[in-house]
């Protein structure tokens, strides 16, 4: 098989499945549009048919790979990428409509056949590969296919890995957790999440937590300012605003004693008990997911 003609006949089944895959899934959209704001019976239902969706799906990118598998690799140049017709056919920065959804869906196929397929790609070739599926994630959000978002930053991710760029790494698996969270119907769950993105980003961006630690600091000091003073005060006059500044900090890292809070109220060890439980999970998890970045980098 000569280089230019590099897996042709499977491209022409990928773009064949992917176009009538995509077809039935702007029919279950248009049949079902409200379900995601519902109840959570409809919530569920909708989870249902998207984990369906998915799996005919990865039935589709299993056929070809197949196919592509079956094909001569003699001849096959493992400096280039099979399917490059059919990355560039697919509108990155397009809006939705005109068969978009169609030609990103081709592509990610396509990109997953290639990635996963007999012939070991060089890492250029892998690296080429993550940096486009990386942009075809973002496309796939942009017109409303998170969970196939997730596919294409997975993949990506996987294949950053195999070459040792993990802070590549570390931002497809931070995307893919986006794009995750925005598929997540409203719930519990999708709290949970946007709570796990602003704190921590995902386990992924661990210096975010220092900001609520000095969120923590802030208010705990404002608190502890604006309350009266205890009833010790009055003998021992009340405690300047820098002593209660340094009990404030020392008390975020160490908790301190009931003989260092004496000219505070009753209110203040209630804030400061807060603080230090506060400071002791916050400071543990943060240093959890910087050595785990550390490690790995």
Aim: charged residues 25%; contains cysteine; positive net charge.
């Amino acid at each position: 098989m000569p280089p230019e003609s590099q897996g042709t006949a499977t491209a022409t089944v990928i773009h064949a499945a992917a176009r009538e895959f995509a077809a039935g899934l702007e029919d279950a959209g248009r049949s079902d549009p409200n379900a995601a704001v519902g109840g959570r019976r409809a919530r569920r239902a909708l989870q249902e048919r998207r984990q369906a969706h998915l799996r005919e799906f990865g039935d589709l990118i299993t056929g070809a790979l197949n196919r592509y598998d079956a094909e001569s690799v003699v001849d096959r140049d493992a400096n280039r990428l099979a399917f490059q017709r059919l990355y560039d056919n697919a509108p990155l920065a397009e809006p939705e409509g005109n068969n978009v959804r169609a030609r990103l869906l081709t592509a990610l196929v396509a990109a997953h056949v290639e990635a996963q397929g007999s012939l070991r790609l060089t890492s250029d070739r892998s690296l080429t590969l993550a940096g486009y599926l990386g942009r075809l994630g973002q496309a796939l959000e942009r017109n409303a296919l998170p969970l196939y978002a997730v596919l294409a930053y997975d993949r990506a991710a996987r294949l950053y890995l195999e070459v040792d760029e993990h802070a590549a790494r570390d931002d497809r698996l931070f995307d893919a957790a986006r794009a995750r969270r925005r598929a997540t119907p409203q719930g519990v769950s999708r709290i949970r999440q946007t709570l796990s993105a602003a704190l921590v980003g995902y386990g992924y961006r661990p210096y975010r937590l220092l900001i609520w630690c000095a969120a923590q600091l802030v208010v705990a000091f404002a608190v502890i300012q604006l309350l009266p003073p205890g009833r010790s005060a009055k003998a021992a006059g009340t405690a300047p605003w820098d002593e209660k500044l340094f009990i404030t900090v020392q008390d975020f890292i160490n908790p301190i004693g009931v003989g260092d809070t004496e000219q505070l109220s009753r209110i203040s060890w209630i804030v400061l008990a807060s603080e230090s439980y506060l400071g002791a999970v916050s400071s543990a998890v943060f240093f959890a997911l910087l050595l785990r970045k550390w490690f790995r980098s």
